[in-house]
């Protein structure tokens, strides 16, 4: 099988690979990585212990910034928050970031793995929460810190600036921003090129899939508060019944992507959350929604925010509520993660590159997604930097092969029982990364 021949690469060597002209630096990388993964095995292990919340990633953040200025970079550290910055100049050049994100999520862990997560916190609101990294930002914080000591290693082999990047707060699409807001792109130097991997749930592990164009989608989080005039259940026509009128709503914002917006354009209005009443024989005052809206173009974007909260207006006139009673829509600002789009060019340079270190075997196209990543922000500031994000194949490809067989799903990101297997995602998200910088910044 092909992703068998992947898992023995970087033990064996890049095997016909190796004939190429820069034979002698590939195989410095390969025996580079093999005698560096045993100490990337125990810091991956150790950042999935040891999980933080968004905005509160201070150990981890810590312990990367040690990390990369034990392997030469000089260190910045509370951009933006918890954010880290590294910078390692090495002669003239481009200038290339690379971005890891740091934080992880509100849940407990399923894996059963020895290393699992047992974490318990308090969130920013107070409630004790179970905290896991269930997203892969374990393996990019290690998979950064390899590489920063990959590329200190073989500076013979590139020319130019690194400047690496350990984000918080990606899960709630806050970090990028507030780290850019920081003067990221003022107080240190400003990228040429901006590329980010990020782990797959899907993909075999050690493989590398590439996307050109939109890879991830607008993200927007809307509360609604539908309000009526609350009473009793057995007297309706006294009311305003709000949990009729909040069921109408939600059944109306389906039209938005259905007879509002053309086929061909990507959208997606999904009500997650609704909640309200007390008692069987309650017509309550309100009941609460909340909304998450998914798109690709900035024009649908704006059309589906504004349709939104048209409906749910029209549907409180029809319902005769009071205009002191209509719903109150509440687009969260903060929260909002714009589409990422793969310049094209840059993204068809890494392409290359990937396939020539670990073969075309090993790369793969992958189809956009509807999830969202705040790594979009680096690349819509006035500077208009050329982003890319790519994936790393994570689970056991005898896993996918089976779940390809049989139609059982895999866990997803964000699911409690996800874990990638960490060496061949680890080596893989390694090697990608320093294949990377090598081809953009290349001694011409």
Same mark, same amino acid.
């Given at each position: ?13 890049? /095997?016909?690979?190796?004939? &190429? ?66 910078? *390692? ?6 200038? *290339?970031?690379?971005? /890891? ?6 849940? !407990? =862990? ?7 997560? @047992?974490?318990? $916190?308090?969130? *920013? ?25 990959? *590329? ?8 130019? #600036? ?7 707060? =990606? !899960? ?70 709000? $949990? ?19 086929? +061909?354009?990507? &959208? ?5 959350? %609704? ?12 009941? @609460? ?10 024009? +649908? ?28 829509? @509440?687009?969260?600002? &903060? ?16 392409? !290359?590159?990937?396939?020539?270190? $670990? ?21 819509? #500031?006035? !500077? ?15 896993? +996918? ?15 409690? @029982? ?7 995602? %680890? ?9 990377? &910088? ?7």
């Amino acid at each position: 099988m092909p992703h068998c021949r992947f898992f023995l690469l970087f033990s064996v060597g890049f /095997c016909a690979l190796a004939a &190429a002209p820069d034979a002698a630096l590939r195989e410095k990388v390969t025996q580079r990585l093999n005698a560096d993964y045993p100490s990337l095995d125990a810091l991956y292990k150790d950042f999935h212990a040891h999980p933080e919340l968004s905005l509160m990633e201070e150990r981890t953040a810590g312990v990367v910034a040690r990390e990369l200025r034990a392997a030469g970079f000089e260190v910045t550290e509370k951009i933006g928050g918890f954010g880290v910055v590294a910078v *390692l100049k090495n002669g003239a050049g481009p200038t *290339l970031l690379i971005r /890891c994100d740091l934080d992880a999520l509100p849940m !407990e =862990e399923e894996t059963g793995l020895p290393y699992a997560s @047992k974490v318990r $916190v308090k969130n *920013l609101e107070g409630r004790e929460v179970p905290t896991m990294h269930a997203c892969g930002h374990d393996i990019h914080a290690t998979v950064l810190v390899g590489t920063a000591r990959m *590329l200190a290693a073989v500076k013979a082999g590139w020319s130019g #600036t690194i400047v690496l990047i350990g984000q918080p707060a =990606e !899960e709630r699409g806050m970090g990028a921003r507030a780290m850019l807001t920081d003067g990221l792109y003022r107080r240190f130097p400003r990228p040429d090129f901006a590329i980010a991997m990020h782990d797959s749930a899907t993909l075999p592990a050690g493989t590398i899939g590439t996307i050109e164009g939109f890879a991830m989608a607008n993200v927007d989080f809307v509360d609604i508060t539908v309000r009526g005039v609350g009473g009793h259940g057995a007297y309706p026509h006294a009311t305003k019944d709000p $949990v009729v009128l909040a069921a109408r709503i939600v059944v109306a914002l389906q039209t938005i992507v259905s007879r509002e917006t053309r086929p +061909v354009d990507p &959208a997606v209005v999904t009500v997650g959350s %609704i909640h309200g009443g007390t008692k069987h024989n309650i017509i309550p005052d309100e009941v @609460k929604l909340q909304l998450t809206l998914r798109s690709y173009s900035d024009a +649908v974007r704006r059309h589906t925010i504004e349709a939104v909260g048209r409906i749910c207006r029209g549907e409180a006139i029809a319902a005769g509520v009071p205009e002191n009673r209509m719903p109150i829509v @509440k687009l969260m600002e &903060a929260e909002a993660t714009p589409a990422t789009f793969n310049d094209p060019a840059l993204t068809r340079r890494l392409r !290359e590159a990937f396939v020539s270190w $670990v073969g075309p075997e090993s790369v793969t196209s992958i189809e956009p997604e509807m999830g969202g990543e705040d790594f979009s922000e680096f690349g819509r #500031t006035v !500077e208009k930097v050329p982003i890319c994000l790519f994936r790393v194949g994570a689970v056991a490809p005898e896993q +996918v092969a089976e779940s390809r067989r049989t139609g059982a799903p895999l866990p997803s990101l964000h699911s409690s @029982k996800f874990a990638p297997v960490p060496e061949p995602t %680890i080596k893989a998200g390694v090697i990608a990364s320093t294949a990377a &910088a090598l081809e953009l910044l290349a001694k011409r």
